[in-house]
Every structure is written in structure tokens, then in C-alpha cells.
């Protein structure tokens, strides 16, 4: 098989990932938190995933099964939990490899308590409350106790471990103290049906990290599924109106060569039509331009206005699938000079981070 080893390249700091993750724990645990370490946004990577475990972090997650799967093979003992809801298809392999799971659907807890009974385990689930994002979860009280009764009373294959919600997913509702009370007295409707306090109330994702940070946390919120905030912190600091404190936003780095440096006109010449995917984007005439292009694309990053480049007086024109497009008049006029065969270094955020690790064109290197 080819491998490649040269450009373009995801340079990974494991130092600054460790420092990361240890400060999201220790704040965390100043409150009585558990973090559990959400991998997905970096594809899994196993070292990526054993900075995490080596940090402190309770638990390892991701969506995908196939992540997990693959940290488990690497030999990492850190517990797993998925944190997509089971596919049907999937429960056998959830049960064999992961330790927990976010589930919302009775079907799905029968199946896993089905594959748990015939495999000699005790699947650990949680239990998810829909409080208004509308994506995963029970949306009545109703429902959610019905189901924590059924799963309390008839699955022994099952441990009720305790309720979770999203937020900030697809209703972009945001992780208030209010919210997150909310989950906890419907937490507290479940306890009163089953009769028994549950372990762990799972209070969310990386926003919820904000009301650790801001002590509006409520109490008794003792988990949080945290990706984001310890991978490319940057973007959300600056959201919440927080400095960076103690915290690197350089954990990755994104690396392209240059393959073409020339002036040409900053506006098309002929008659404008659709870009490669099918968009009329607009253009600005600022005549004659130094422009560089680099030998990556949307394939490799997803969307070019998720990245931006680490040297100032350089501006992402746009991209198509394997071209990215720079105009580096600025970064020439002062001096520095742009060549074929340079290599530059671009900002990543989350969003695009998923795309770079999980791309076979990208080579990852470890510092
Ligand atoms: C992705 C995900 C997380 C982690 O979100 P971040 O924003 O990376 O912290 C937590 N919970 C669920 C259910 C997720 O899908």
C-alpha cells in the first residue's frame, strides 16, 4: 500500500493535547465532574485517543463504533461509550466493545439487552432527554420514565446508569443553568419511578463546559462528554467571551505545499457560469494580484472558510477539490516571499479537523 509520508501533513502536538485534556479534567473535577473524552472530532486517532486516556479523562467516546473499536484493539483499557444512539444493525458490537451507550429507543434497549444476555455482560446505558435541541433523546417526561422503568424492571442484561442530553446540536440551544436543571429534575421523575438514585447525570458537550468554568453548573451534574473545547479550543474561548487561559489552541496543525506562485487578475475572464460544486460565488476586482495555490482541497478539509492561514498578509481566495487559492500580495509587499515548494501552515478549527484526520490524502505526524 502507498503511504503517504510528505505534504500535505497534520502536524499533532500529543504535549499540548495531554495539557489540554488534564486542564479540562482538573476544572471539571474541582465541581464534582467526570470527563469523558469525545474523540470523533479527530477521527479517533489512537494517539490521540491514549492522550486523552493518560490525562484523566473517565471514559473514551465517539459516534462512530468503528473508533471505538479500533481503540480497543490498540489496547487502551480507558472504558468506551458510544455516544450516537446503537443502530440495530450495530448492538452486538456495541455490546462486545463498549462499555456504554446514549440510548433513547425501548427497540434498540431490548436488542442490547438481548446481545448483553447472550454475550454474559451488563451493558451500562444512559439514558437521553430531548430538552429542546431536537435531535437525540425522549421528548416527553412520559416517555423517558416509561422507559427507565422498563429497562430498571425487565432488562437484566442492562444497568441504568443515567440520564444525558445535547445540546447545541441542531436546535443550536444553548447549555443555560436552566436548561441543564431542567434535565436534572426530569432526572429526578425517573428516580421517584424507579425508586433508586442513578449514577450519572451526563450534562452535555463542550458548552456545558462553560457553566463549569462560570460555576453555574448545577450540582448535580457529575459527566460531560467533552471534544471540542480540549481539541480546537480557540473558536468556542472567543464565542463565550474567555480568554485562552492554560490552554494551547495550536494542539493541531495543518500543513500544504505550494505548487504554483503567479500574478494574475483577482476577477474571472470570460463569462461566469458555476464554480466545481455547482455555486455562483461573487468576486472582487482588486486587479493584478500575487496569488499561490496549494496542493490540498475541499476533499482533505471540507469548507476553506473553516481554515485560515497561520502567516499574516494571506487570504484564502477559495478552493475546489484539491486546490486551495491564496492571495499572498500582502504577505510579498512586506517582504515575505512565497515559492513553489514552500510549506505553509494553516489554522484548523473542529469542523474541519474531522475532515483532516479522517483523510487518507493527509499524512499525520506526532511531535
Ligand atoms: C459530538 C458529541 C459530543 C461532544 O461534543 P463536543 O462539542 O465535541 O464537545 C457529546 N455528546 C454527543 C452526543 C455528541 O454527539
Not at 2 to 15: F, S, T
Not at 54 to 72: P, T
Not at 221 to 231: C, D, K, Q, V, Y
Request: hydrophobic share 40%; glycine share 8%; proline share 3%.
Amino acid at each position: 500500500m502507498y503511504i503517504r509520508k510528505g505534504y500535505p501533513k497534520l502536524i499533532v502536538d500529543l504535549n499540548k493535547l495531554r495539557h489540554n485534556t488534564e486542564t479540562v479534567v482538573s476544572q471539571c473535577r474541582t465541581m464534582g465532574i467526570q470527563v469523558t473524552g469525545v474523540v470523533k472530532g479527530c477521527s479517533g486517532l489512537i494517539p490521540c485517543a491514549r492522550a486523552f486516556s493518560e490525562a484523566g479523562v473517565s471514559a473514551l467516546a465517539s459516534s462512530r463504533l468503528e473508533q471505538l473499536v479500533r481503540i480497543h484493539e490498540s489496547g487502551i483499557r480507558t472504558p468506551l461509550q458510544l455516544i450516537r444512539i446503537p443502530m440495530l444493525s450495530e448492538v452486538a458490537d456495541v455490546v462486545r466493545y463498549t462499555d456504554s451507550s446514549l440510548n433513547s429507543e425501548l427497540e434498540v434497549l431490548r436488542a442490547l439487552n438481548r446481545e448483553a444476555l447472550a454475550q454474559g455482560k451488563v451493558h451500562k446505558v444512559i439514558l437521553m432527554a430531548d430538552c429542546g435541541d431536537l435531535r437525540e433523546g425522549c421528548f416527553s417526561r412520559e416517555e423517558l420514565c416509561a422507559a427507565a422503568l422498563e429497562v430498571e424492571r425487565e432488562m437484566k442484561g442492562l444497568y441504568l446508569w443515567g440520564t444525558g442530553v445535547n445540546l447545541g446540536c441542531y436546535g443550536s440551544i444553548q447549555a443555560t443553568p436552566e436548561k441543564l436543571m431542567e434535565l436534572v429534575e426530569r432526572t429526578e421523575e425517573v428516580e421517584c419511578t424507579i425508586g433508586r438514585k442513578v449514577d450519572v447525570i451526563s450534562g452535555g458537550s463542550s458548552t456545558s463546559y462553560f457553566r463549569v468554568l462560570d460555576g453555574s453548573i448545577p450540582e448535580r451534574i457529575n459527566m460531560l462528554r467533552i471534544g471540542e473545547a480540549i481539541l480546537t479550543p480557540a473558536f468556542m474561548f472567543r464565542e463565550f467571551g474567555l480568554p485562552l487561559k492554560d490552554m494551547y489552541s495550536d494542539v493541531f496543525t495543518l500543513q500544504a505545499e505550494v505548487i504554483e506562485v503567479k500574478n494574475k487578475p483577482s476577477y474571472p475572464v470570460g463569462e461566469i457560469g458555476f464554480d466545481a460544486f455547482g455555486h455562483r460565488p461573487e468576486y472582487a476586482d482588486r486587479g493584478i494580484r500575487r496569488r499561490a495555490l496549494l496542493g490540498i482541497g475541499k476533499c482533505d478539509y471540507g469548507d476553506e472558510r473553516e481554515l485560515c492561514t497561520a502567516e499574516v498578509g494571506m487570504e484564502i481566495l477559495g478552493a475546489s477539490s484539491d486546490h486551495t487559492i491564496l492571495d499572498v500580495q500582502e504577505a510579498e509587499d512586506a517582504g515575505r516571499l512565497v515559492k513553489v515548494g514552500d510549506v505553509l501552515d494553516l489554522r484548523l478549527n473542529y469542523a474541519s479537523l474531522v475532515y483532516v484526520s479522517a483523510s487518507e490524502n493527509v499524512h499525520v505526524e506526532y511531535v
